[in-house]
C-alpha cells in the first residue's frame, strides 16, 4: 500500500530558531501534497496545499512568511516553521496524493509533534 | 468552502454492539468522502471511503452510506471491539485554492467498553 513518511516525528525547539519537517511518499509520486495542522483534541485544519514545481497555495489566515512549504519533487516536501513561537506548537501532519488516482489516493504522514520553548 | 459537520463528539458503546457517527457536508461539488480513524499521536488512518456514485459501500463490520441529495454520509461501525476505539473524522473533498484537499470533521471520540 501506499506509504507517506513524515519526519521528525517529535521536535522541541527553542523560540526564535526554525525548524524543518519532511513529508516523503515512498512508492508512489504526489504531484498534490498537503499540511495539515491539529491541536489537541481538534480536527486537523488545512494549512497550505503544495503542487510540485509550483508555490504552495495558503489557507486564509495561515502566513506563508512563517510556513514555509517546498515541494521540489514527485516524492517530497518540506514545512519550515520560521521563527518559531510557543503558539506555533502542535501536531502537523501531511498527506500526499497519488496522482495516477482520480479519487481519494490521500495518503497521511505519521505526523510531527512540535513543542517550541 | 467546504463545510463538514459531524455528530456525535463523543460516543460510548458496549462491545457487540453498533456505533453510527454522521456527517454533513455543505459543497455540492464534493465527490468523494473517507473515513479516518486516527490513535493518540498518530496520523489518522483510512478505514473506508465512498464516491459520489454510490449510496452504500461495506468492509467486513464497517460500512459507509451516502445520501447526495441530502449531503449527508454515515459511518456504521457493527459488533464493535475495543480495539475500534479511537477518534474517527470524515472528510469530503473540495476544491481548495489549487487541488482537491479533504476537509474533515470535527471528530468523534468512540469508546468501546467490554
Known amino acids: 500500500g501506499a506509504v507517506v513518511s513524515q519526519h521528525p516525528s517529535r521536535v522541541i525547539c527553542k523560540s526564535g530558531t526554525s525548524v524543518k519537517i519532511e513529508c516523503r511518499s515512498l512508492d508512489f509520486q504526489a504531484t498534490t501534497m498537503f499540511w495539515y495542522r491539529q491541536f489537541p483534541k481538534q480536527s486537523l485544519m488545512l494549512m497550505a496545499t503544495?503542487?510540485?514545481?509550483?508555490?504552495?497555495?495558503?489557507e486564509q489566515g495561515v502566513e506563508k512568511d512563517k510556513f514555509l512549504i517546498n515541494h521540489a519533487s514527485l516524492t517530497l516536501s518540506t514545512l519550515t516553521v520560521t521563527s518559531a513561537h510557543p503558539e506555533d506548537s502542535s501536531f502537523y501532519i501531511c498527506?500526499?496524493?497519488?496522482?495516477?488516482?482520480?479519487?481519494?489516493?490521500?495518503?497521511f504522514g505519521s505526523g510531527t509533534r512540535l513543542t517550541v520553548v | 468552502g467546504e463545510n463538514v459537520e459531524q455528530h456525535p463528539s463523543t460516543l460510548s458503546v458496549q462491545e457487540g454492539d453498533s456505533a453510527v457517527i454522521k456527517c454533513t457536508y455543505s459543497d455540492s461539488a464534493s465527490n468523494y468522502f473517507p473515513w479516518y480513524k486516527q490513535e493518540l499521536g498518530k496520523g489518522p488512518q483510512l478505514i473506508i471511503d465512498i464516491r459520489s456514485n454510490v449510496g452504500e459501500k461495506k468492509d467486513q463490520r464497517i460500512a459507509v452510506t451516502l445520501n447526495k441529495t441530502a449531503k449527508h454520509f454515515s459511518l456504521h461501525i457493527t459488533e464493535t471491539q475495543p480495539e475500534d476505539s479511537a477518534v474517527y473524522f470524515c472528510a469530503a473533498n473540495s476544491i481548495s485554492n489549487s487541488g482537491y484537499a479533504l476537509n474533515f470533521g470535527k471528530g468523534t471520540s468512540l469508546l468501546v467498553t467490554p
Open positions: 498527506s500526499a496524493r497519488d496522482w495516477q488516482r482520480p479519487f481519494g489516493g490521500y495518503t
Open positions: 503544495s503542487n510540485e514545481g509550483s508555490k504552495a497555495t495558503y
